[in-house]
């Protein structure tokens, strides 16, 4: 049977799940949004404001975003501040075109944190 007709691996569909499942949300879609187009780090305090959305949820939505590496923490001192993840934001539309069975020029795979 051909690569391309075959179901993705497991370990590579569940990976993909995990990543459209954090991007399963319209805040969580904003904030990489932001943090993309921004191309910068932010605290969480300039992520609320520009979402208008409670500093507890956006600490939540971090906390999944980062979980699957989309965004990053960089510690300054007490401060924590976020920014994206080229790496694996790269992978993502490889990802899509994977699971719709569009052939991709490598498998993409995305560093653990603090390799970017």
């Not at 949300?25 to 409670?54: C, F, K, N, W, Y």
């Not at 975003?65 to 993502?92: K, P, W």
């Amino acid at each position: 049977m051909e690569e391309t007709k075959r179901p993705l691996d497991r370990a590579i569909a569940t990976e993909y799940a995990s990543w459209f499942k954090a991007l399963a949300d319209p805040t969580r879609i904003q904030i990489v949004s932001l943090l993309a187009r921004q191309g910068r780090p932010m605290s969480v305090g300039e992520i609320v404001d520009a979402v208008h959305v409670g500093q507890s949820t956006v600490s939540a939505h971090l906390k999944v975003l980062s979980e699957v590496r989309f965004v990053m923490v960089d510690q300054h001192g007490t401060a924590r501040h976020y920014r994206i993840n080229q790496a694996c934001v790269a992978c993502f539309p490889t990802a899509a075109d994977l699971v719709m069975g569009r052939p991709a020029p490598a498998a993409p795979t995305c560093p653990p944190e603090g390799d970017t």
